[in-house]
């Protein structure tokens, strides 16, 4: 099955830029998702198509891609962006999903 | 306003098999452009995608769970099912359905179920 690689964890101090990366082969020619889950909460979508904004979704909340890497970045973090965040993708025949393992944002 | 809930037993047996429904209200699972999914979570572990169905019934299932995972569509009743067998400890997860609004499934899950524990343990 496909897998998509995220790091188990990182940290930002409140203001600062938070970026959190994804990495899979199929990357240069699929779109990653981004999504952003509270403790005991569904998952909500934050990014789409690699850098596209839903609605509702703040506007310090951005995202890039390049070759096999997907990242999501948070410019100016707040305390309430302190959550797991999930990257998604499929692989090069778009019939197999995968979530990446998920990284543990601290806001500190 | 677009709704999603999952149903089923929250204690199964091993090698028995795991069956849960998502209702939908809100919404059609009977018309093009979405995908209904399953996607699962273990216990303090990230997200597994399980696999989808379109409204005319074609599936796509994660290869991972090696051919134990069935998913069907009752347009009729406006549901959706998931049925995976010969579950293990492994399996113990909170399942969750949600909605892929994009119309080739490439993964804008814009709603979501509130998801259900299944416990897998005798």
């Given at each position: 099955?496909?897998?998509?690689?995220?790091p188990p964890s990182e940290s930002v101090s409140p203001g600062q830029t938070a970026r959190i990366t994804c990495s899979g082969d199929a990357l240069p020619k699929k779109y990653a998702y981004?999504?952003?889950?509270?403790?005991?909460?569904?998952?909500?979508?934050?990014?789409?198509?690699?850098?596209?904004?839903?609605p509702g979704t703040?506007?310090?909340?951005?995202?890039?891609?390049?070759?096999?890497t997907a990242t999501l970045i948070i410019t100016g973090a707040q305390a309430e962006d302190e959550a797991d965040y999930h990257?998604?993708?499929?692989?090069?025949?778009?019939?197999?999903?995968?979530?990446?393992?998920?990284?543990?944002l601290t806001v500190l | 306003q677009v709704q999603l809930q999952e149903s089923g037993p929250g204690l199964v047996k091993p090698s028995e098999t795991l069956s849960l429904t998502c209702t939908v209200s809100g919404a059609s699972v009977g018309i093009a452009n979405y995908y209904w999914t399953w996607i699962r979570q273990p216990p303090g572990k990230g997200l597994e995608w399980i696999g989808n169905i379109y409204y005319s019934g074609s599936t796509k299932y994660?290869?991972?769970?090696?051919?134990?995972?069935?998913?069907?569509?009752?347009?009729?009743?406006?549901?959706?099912?998931?049925?995976?067998?010969?579950?293990s400890a492994a399996d113990t997860a909170v399942?969750?359905?949600?909605r892929d609004g994009d119309s080739t499934g490439r993964g804008y899950f814009d709603y979501w179920g509130q998801g259900s524990l299944v416990t897998v343990s005798s």
């Open positions: 099955s496909y897998e998509l690689t995220q981004w999504y952003q889950q509270k403790s005991g909460q569904a998952p909500v979508l934050v990014i789409y198509e690699d850098r596209k904004r839903p703040p506007e310090r909340f951005s995202g890039s891609s390049s070759g096999t990257c998604y993708s499929t692989d090069s025949s778009g019939n197999v999903g995968a979530f990446g393992g998920g990284t543990k | 994660n290869p991972s769970l090696k051919g134990r995972v069935t998913i069907s569509i009752d347009t009729s009743k406006n549901q959706f099912f998931l049925r995976l067998s010969s579950v399942y969750y359905c949600a």
